[in-house]
């Protein structure tokens, strides 16, 4: 199974940004669906974004206005822009596709879906 590659993390202050990538595996038919979770120490991982090839973007309701969660189809690299982070923001990002689109919809939600091609991740620390 191929395994997608995260890159961009790193330690910034509480206020900066960060633009993280994600090498997604290759999707070169039909539509398909590409996510971003995040999983703090001793937290579940958690939604973040999810975006298809064909543009329908969904934010976790609590990042909303922070982000934006971007893909460029010929590379297939997805790409999340975050603003003004927190101390909270601090945990391993990743990226995966959803082998179940498009039955469910498209979402950063784990329930129903079969999220796959998981990469290692890449850390994001934020200081306040």
């Known amino acids: 199974q191929v395994q997608s590659v995260e890159s961009g993390g790193g330690s910034v202050e509480s206020g900066g940004s960060l633009r993280l990538s994600c090498a997604a595996s290759d999707h070169s038919s039909g539509t398909y669906c590409l996510g971003w979770f995040r999983q703090a120490p001793g937290k579940a991982r958690e939604g973040v974004a999810s975006?298809?090839?064909?543009?329908?973007?969904v934010y976790a309701p609590s990042l909303k206005g922070r982000i934006t969660i971007s893909l460029d189809n010929c590379s297939n690299t997805l790409y999340l822009q975050m603003n003004d982070l927190k101390p909270e923001d601090t945990g391993k990002y990743y990226c995966a596709a959803d082998s179940l689109y498009p039955i469910p919809p498209c979402a950063p939600r784990p329930q129903g879906r079969l999220w796959n091609d998981w990469g290692q991740g890449t850390q994001v620390t934020v200081s306040s």
């Open positions: 975006i298809t090839n064909d543009g329908r973007i």
